[in-house]
Nanobody
């Protein structure tokens, strides 16, 4: 089992950058696939980026590919989402998620969720 706490959200201007962090507790972090999902006002939750437990395989939503980078540091039990060239449509609550299975799409069903962190991108 794993517990997740997100941080790093905030207000940023369009074109700016932000790095989200997800700190995990527990002793099983390194064996879990990790992912970031987001939910914008009035919209359904969507997959943003995922990473395998080894860190060698990553997946991105088409809307963020080339702008966002997911990474993990198993020694620190932390997963990151580096967000560059932010757009107003990136505004959402971002959630960290974990599962023993690969997380690579919006239909994925993570076993564990963080509380979320708000990202607001202004024009």
């Amino acid at each position: 089992q794993v517990q997740l706490v997100e941080s790093g959200g905030g207000l940023v201007q369009a074109g700016g950058s932000l790095r989200l962090s997800c700190a995990a507790s527990g002793r099983t972090f390194s064996t879990y696939a990790m992912a970031w999902f987001r939910q914008a006002p009035g919209k359904e939750r969507e997959f943003v980026a995922g990473i395998s437990w080894t860190g060698f395989s990553t997946n991105y939503a088409d809307s963020v590919k080339g702008r966002f980078t997911i990474s993990r540091d198993n020694a620190k039990k932390t997963v990151y989402l580096q967000m560059n060239s932010l757009k107003p449509e990136d505004t959402a609550v971002y959630y960290c998620a974990a599962d023993t299975r690969l997380l690579d799409r919006s239909t994925s069903s993570p076993s564990y969720w963080g509380q979320g962190t708000q990202v607001t991108v202004s024009s």
